[in-house]
């Protein structure tokens, strides 16, 4: 069995022996991971990060993989925004960036938060409005340089102005705060929680200007219990509103009421993944050292939302 059937809704996205194709190993660095998948529609390939690596890869259909870039930063999670350039999350710089791919600019978006340096921001997804969200958990000492001791007082997940000149901390309870995706209305926003007391995802309603009712938290899905290896972390939802995540035994698969349907059984340990192909219905993932994909019955949210012709 590859994929688990919890609830007959799953057989819509993948049967029971629906299998995951590997198409990379090796990356990584020596403790992992592989992380940030995001398809490049009008180039036709996938970039991902390789985090201790220092380099981004990219995959090409028919080509295999290739070193895209060499020293990224560490860069964690990619998305791209409205003008499809690549939005990174990085661990070393403890920033969140965008390069146009085409001309290799870089603009940056955030690296400081009230005048103090961020911890180590993760992950990022970004508004059909412009407006760029990233998760930034607590500082892990090995991962930042000993010239730049932690300056935050919590973790926190941040909201960036589309125009980029205001920031916000619009969450700061979170213990270890990591993949964060929109409903496919946008009214919702999930966040997970990686720390290993509560590996649960949150929900949160988006208010009109685009910041989080913190009254409307809730625990949208709670993954303890199940002692299978692997933690919340990349999240996306399909445009029915099913929700992935990654898990105990691999990605589950949630609908909108938060009932765990399904999960697509990998011991590779997916640690983030992303829609792809021209229909989107390929679901890239990540693993600890490894990059690969499935094909899924239902296409994904596409990324960019809201892109600029």
Known sequence: MAVEILHESMLKIAPANAEAEQLGEGYG????????PVWIAEKGHLLFSDIHGDRRMRYTP????RVDKDGTGKANGMTRD????????HHFTRCVDAEDLDTGEVTMIADSYKGCKLN???????????????????PKIPLTPAEHPPEQDRAGVYRVSPDLKRINRVVGTMVNPNGLCFSPDESILYINDSNVARKHIL?????RDGMLDLGSERVFCDMMGDDRRGI????KCDIDGNLYCTGPGGIWVMNPQGVH???ILNANIPVNMNWGDEDRR???FAGAFTINRIRLGIAGIPVPRGAVD
């Open 29 to 36: 660095g020596a403790t992992g991971p592989t992380e940030g």
């Open 62 to 65: 028919g080509e295999g993989v």
């Open 82 to 89: 409205r003008e499809g350039r690549l939005v990174c999350c």
């Open 120 to 138: 180590r921001p993760n992950d990022c997804v970004v508004k059909s409005d412009g407006a760029i969200y990233f998760t930034d958990p607590p």
């Open 203 to 207: 929900a949160f309603n988006v208010e």
């Open 232 to 235: 919340p972390d990349g999240m």
């Open 261 to 263: 349907i399904g999960t």
């Open 282 to 284: 390929t679901l890239y």
